[in-house]
């Protein structure tokens, strides 16, 4: 399983939101890249970047940021937030982008999700998707789709998507363990997806369980700004997996 590190961006800085709330925002790091060239250091390869200005804006407002991390580490980036045209995920890929995640526009476009899948290939696009009480959750999460999640997830995966990044809104920076339930459901409903766990993971046995459960990848967010998985800790699950 890939362990990817998360660095959501406001103000060009790293934060972290509680629940998605924006009003929660706590900076850890004034500067994104010497939090991403620390990952780096410890033998991670992937990194999270959300635009979270991007994700209000309804489009990219932190491509620099995102550039600087992906010209400056030899991490691959998978970023998200504010993807609401064909001008925005090209700036995206522009700017260093391995991959990008598509959340809300999934919801509200899913003629031009489609084209772009076309266009891009199933290895270059993730769906984003964001369940607040079982439902898709759009617009930093700050509304409710009414769309049940394994429902959009099914969809999708049948019209080609491979990658899905399933965020429990409710667990996100709770540092209350992974939504381990959700991602059973939609693995043994879908056991080809490479499903991305983001969202509650507090412990190095959080991370062994969706390991076990047969997710591609997890995010990790606040555990590591707050010192509750060190970097040497995820070095060595690293080093395990080789």
């Not at 899913?110 to 290895?123: D, M, R």
């Not at 540092?175 to 939609?186: C, D, N, V």
């Not at 983001?198 to 412990?203: D, K």
Request: with cysteine; charged share 25%; aromatic share 8%.
């Amino acid at each position: 399983m890939i362990l990817i590190p998360a660095i959501d961006i406001i103000n060009g800085q790293c934060v972290r939101l509680t629940k998605g709330d924006y009003d929660t925002k706590k900076v850890y790091h004034e500067d994104p890249v010497e939090a991403a060239k620390a990952f780096e250091g410890a033998g991670l390869t992937h990194v999270h970047v959300v635009d979270l200005d991007g994700a209000r804006a309804k489009h990219i407002v932190n491509a620099k940021v995102l550039e600087d991390i992906a010209t400056k580490t030899s991490l691959q980036v998978d970023f998200g937030g504010g993807i609401k045209s064909a001008t925005d995920l090209q700036t995206a890929f522009d700017c260093g982008a391995s991959q990008v995640t598509l959340g809300s526009i999934a919801v509200t476009a899913p003629e031009l999700v489609q084209e772009w899948l076309n266009t891009f290939g199933a290895a270059r696009l993730i769906l984003g998707a964001d369940a607040k009480n079982r439902r898709i959750a759009t617009h930093g999460w700050e509304q409710d789709s009414g769309i049940d999640v394994l429902d959009f997830v099914k969809d999708y995966a049948q019209k080609g998507f491979e990658y899905v990044l399933c965020t429990d809104v409710a667990k996100d920076g709770m540092l209350a363990g992974p939504s381990l339930e959700l991602y059973y459901e939609l693995l043994a409903a879908l056991p080809k997806i490479a499903l991305i766990a983001s969202g509650g993971v507090s412990t190095m046995d959080d991370l062994y369980q969706l390991e076990e459960l047969g997710c591609s990848a997890a995010i990790i967010g606040k555990a590591i700004y707050e010192g509750k998985i060190s970097l040497k800790e995820l070095e060595a699950y690293q080093l395990e997996q080789n």
